[in-house]
């Protein structure tokens, strides 16, 4: 067909456009840019075959991988005074955004982001709790126990020998397991009873029933309601702590076994029955709880350290680190981090996708901001890692 005819065409086809001109140069502009985006893709570089495309999973692998690579940003590290085996553990104040740094050379280092803001003075720190109802801080240690608001020691309460302490909102009480088996009850500022014989180990709160857990050396768990020790529980050899699933309302209680060499097991409790015996790694010490999966992990800290993923009562996963200490959830980015001798693992669901250098023996998590505060026995520092 020759020019002449194809421009009769289009003039026939727009004789009644006033603008015939402009028109015909649109349609004409119009078949040329579709040509060049679909030649050239959406940012007109190369073609790219469908096959190369990236899936949303490969997307996901991707910045998993990414992540792998860089791991979590280390923002700081703060000396905090005492070196060796002189430091102990710290708990997160959500109404002020303060992290309490305990270190038992006989201190409290109150951290606000990555700054020391105040030290208080408090006889052999071992551990503490908040209380929600209150605002107040709980530190245990010495032959007292210390009630802090925000950075002033408000009370104190003289006790024998504490060494533990967690906070049930049910009731607003703090529960303070001491040295000769006691558990002593807190309300605000005042003793308000003392059970005898219940533990001395360590103590979990269960939301699904008010009870408090609380875990002793012989082999046995207390169940304590209100003011009263309810039932006793056999469990495994030699446990050392416990964790509570929001999930299924389950208690796993971490057995380290007969030796540090051994195997040990996960006693699952359901109201006062043990329901399963789990068996994990070897000398089992922490756990935590991430309550987007519903996955309970269990670090093993003796042979070929690992982790055991538990779902319900079965291990679904055993996956090697470095080594392990204790396991803190990250509610920002739905992560746990597992505290090692060397490093800490972060896991996404059964997976190691990260990993920083920043030993630690115990760590807290700091919903303000993101940001996870961990303790280094070794250095007497606590290491800011952004999340």
């Not at 060049?36 to 991707?62: K, Y």
């Not at 792998?68 to 955004?97: E, F, W």
């Not at 503490?128 to 408000?154: C, E, M, Q, W």
């Amino acid at each position: 067909m020759q020019e002449d005819e194809i421009s009769y065409k289009y003039a026939l086809r727009y004789k009644n456009m006033k603008t015939l001109p402009v028109a015909f140069l649109f349609v004409v502009f119009g078949i040329l840019l579709f040509g060049c985006i679909s030649s050239s893709g959406p940012s007109g570089s190369a073609p790219v075959a469908p096959s190369t495309q990236s899936t949303p999973a490969a997307q996901n692998t991707q910045a998993q991988n990414q992540n792998a690579q860089n791991g979590p940003a280390v923002l700081a590290t703060i000396p905090i005074g005492y070196t060796a085996d002189s430091m102990s553990y710290n708990v997160y104040d959500p109404a002020n955004g303060y992290v309490y740094a305990l270190a038992n050379g006989g201190s409290v280092s109150v951290i606000s982001g990555t700054s020391i803001i105040d030290t208080i003075t408090i006889e052999d720190p071992r551990y503490a709790a908040y209380d929600a109802a209150n605002g107040y801080v709980y530190v245990v240690g010495g032959d007292t126990a210390s009630v802090i608001n925000g950075t002033s020691v408000i009370a104190t309460i003289t006790l024998p020998a504490p060494n533990f302490a967690v906070y049930n909102p049910s009731n607003g009480y703090v529960y303070i397991l001491n040295n000769d088996e006691s558990v002593s009850v807190i309300s605000g500022t005042s003793l308000i009873a003392t059970i005898p014989y219940a533990g001395s180990y360590y103590e979990t709160y269960d939301s699904s029933n008010g009870d408090i857990y609380v875990v002793d050396a012989e082999g046995n768990v207390s169940i304590i309601s209100g003011t009263t020790n309810v039932a006793t529980i056999p469990v495994g050899d030699y446990p050392f702590s416990s964790v509570y699933d929001s999930g299924n309302g389950y208690i796993y209680v971490v057995n380290s076994g007969q030796d540090s060499g051994s195997n040990g097991t996960v006693s699952v409790i359901s109201g006062t029955s043990v329901i399963a015996t789990v068996p994990v790694g070897n000398d089992p010490y922490y756990g935590g709880y991430d309550p987007d999966n519903g996955y309970v992990y269990i670090g093993n800290r003796q042979g070929t350290p690992s982790v055991s993923i538990i779902n319900g009562t079965s291990v679904i996963a055993t996956v090697p680190v470095s080594s392990v200490n204790v396991a803190v959830y990250d509610s920002n980015n739905k992560d746990m981090y597992i505290v090692g001798s060397d490093v800490v693992s972060v896991f996404s669901g059964t997976s190691v996708i990260a990993t920083a250098p920043a030993p630690g023996d115990s760590a807290v998590y700091d919903s303000d901001n993101g940001d996870m505060y961990i303790m280094n026995v070794g250095d007497g520092t606590v290491t800011v890692l952004s999340s």
